[in-house]
């Protein structure tokens, strides 16, 4: 990936989050991206930083760790992978924030950590919401139970919902995955709980982060769109 190519590559994205935008009759600022760079060199990232990217995604604690210490400190690193507990506790102070939160367990497990350090960790609660059996993610009907539970751990803050949507060739059909998503956060913001806000909707990767802006999402998840095809075998993005 040369510069030239990363350049027109994040003008093009930024074009189709603004038409999308412009086409839902939402404002730009209302719609973060996050530049997934899991398994893209840290030269890479320079790059993309020198064309003004602040926010980037990775999807595994190790890789993530090594990013942050190697680039400038005013990134927002978002941990968007399944995050085993025990690994909690190197990512609990370098992520801005936490898109994967799938079980109670590793809340729990956030909120020690979190408690340790004196620190409120801003999390969202992935839902699988198409019900696909090789995803993680808290099932629709569980949601209510599982903010119940949150409401008891004062080093979380809720920032929102999280979903990975299935692979589809026509971003179409997920259309109503992220309506589905868009309208559980509706129904939990009802339920006023201090520690629980529904301002964040993190939903829409490269193939489908239109539709999701059309439906609501606060923040996309970019990996390809923006640096390309990654090169490695054993992609468990989705
Ligand atoms: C890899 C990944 C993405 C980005 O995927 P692209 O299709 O390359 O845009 C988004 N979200 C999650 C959770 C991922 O693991």
Known sequence: MTEQMLKENLQAVEAQIQEACKKSGRKREDVTLVAVSKTHPVETLKEAYGLGIRIFGENKVQELTEKYEALPKDIKWHMIGHLQRNKVKHVIDKAALIHSVD????????????????????????????GEESKFGIKPEELGRFTEKIV????????????????????????????????????????????????????????????????GATIVRVGTGVFGERSYAHDNGR
Do not use: Q, W
């Open 103 to 130: 079980s109670l367990r590793l809340a729990e497990e956030i909120e020690k950590e979190a408690k340790k350090r004196g620190i409120t960790a801003n999390i969202l609660i992935e839902v699988n919401v198409a």
């Open 152 to 215: 008891e751990f004062p080093h979380i803050c809720v920032k929102g919902l999280m979903t990975i949507a299935p692979y589809v060739e026509d971003p179409e059909k997920n259309r109503p995955v992220f309506a589905s998503l868009r309208k559980l956060s509706v129904d939990i913001a009802r339920e006023s709980a201090h520690n629980i806000s529904m301002s964040i909707l993190s939903m829409g990767m490269t193939g489908d982060y239109r539709v999701a802006i059309e439906e």
